[in-house]
């Protein structure tokens, strides 16, 4: 068993108002920024996890999402995994 | 004619629906969400808050507290469950209510009087209002903005399921009278049975003229009749 760090992507679902990324693309275009066509603000959650394989600790991580971490109505995810050090203990 | 009130660490209107639920002559107790029983009542009401201090996103780490599961299924069963503010986002996390609640079009929390339309007057929560009347209550919220796909907006339209809409003093529902940005101006939902409610206004802040407003009072007085008239039959 391995020890992975899995990056975890929330996302607003496309086409869902997202009034954060509104917000900051507003303030955005007011310094000046005039190239940014849109701004959507999601989170990220970094886990530790313990798994055979990389695909094993993203597939773990899926269900999480499925349950917990993320809202099917409104939310996309994401999951990378990536080897974290040694060997876990 | 009991009615459990689920608390949670962080919920805060628990004593309001207490109260509430005591002056429209029910008998209220408060069941504390590591209970993994009812206690027999005839009802449920998850009150508002910021329960588990809305982490992650509101209801949803409250919607695995060990309470839960009973209320999932009483709920099920067809037993009466009323979600206020917060509690509305955990019957929606829970997936009692379909769609969810988004963070206020605004970005600012909202906590003023609002105006709602009853459309509804036949559900087993709202029999004692009137059909299009105009109730005046309280809201007090964050992410109150009633979001859910097209079809299943059009499922709730179709069939009659959107109980209250933000509207002006007239009754009209507009967009200037729409505190949160909610879809179809929408402040209160039931599910397709009829015995889920929630809604995001606070009826249990408006229970007493020395509050404001008596408008929420009826939603408990119904509720109550109901399981009275349950009691008879």
Known sequence: MSRFTVELLVTPR????DPQGKAIHHALSSLGYDAVDEVRVGKAIYLEVTAATPEAARE???EMCRKLLANPVTEDFRVTASQNGGAAG | MNVAIITFPGSNCDQDCHRSVDVAGGSPSYVWHRETSL???DAV????GFAHGDYLRPGAIARFSPIMDAVIDFARGGGL???ICNGFQVLCEAGLLPGA???NESLRFQSHDCRMRVERADTVYTSEYREGQVIRMPLSHADGNYYADPETLAELEDGGRVVFRYCDAGGAVSDAANPNGSLNNIGGIVNERGNVLGMMPHPDRAFDPALGSVDGLPLFTSLVG???RAEVA
């Open chain 2, 45 to 48: 009401i998850v009150p508002g």
């Open chain 2, 101 to 103: 609640l988004l963070r």
């Open chain 2, 226 to 228: 109901a399981l009275a």
């Open chain 2, 81 to 83: 469950v009323v979600g």
């Open chain 1, 60 to 62: 773990r991580v899926e």
């Open chain 1, 14 to 17: 496309p086409g869902l108002l």
């Open chain 2, 39 to 41: 206690g027999g009542a």
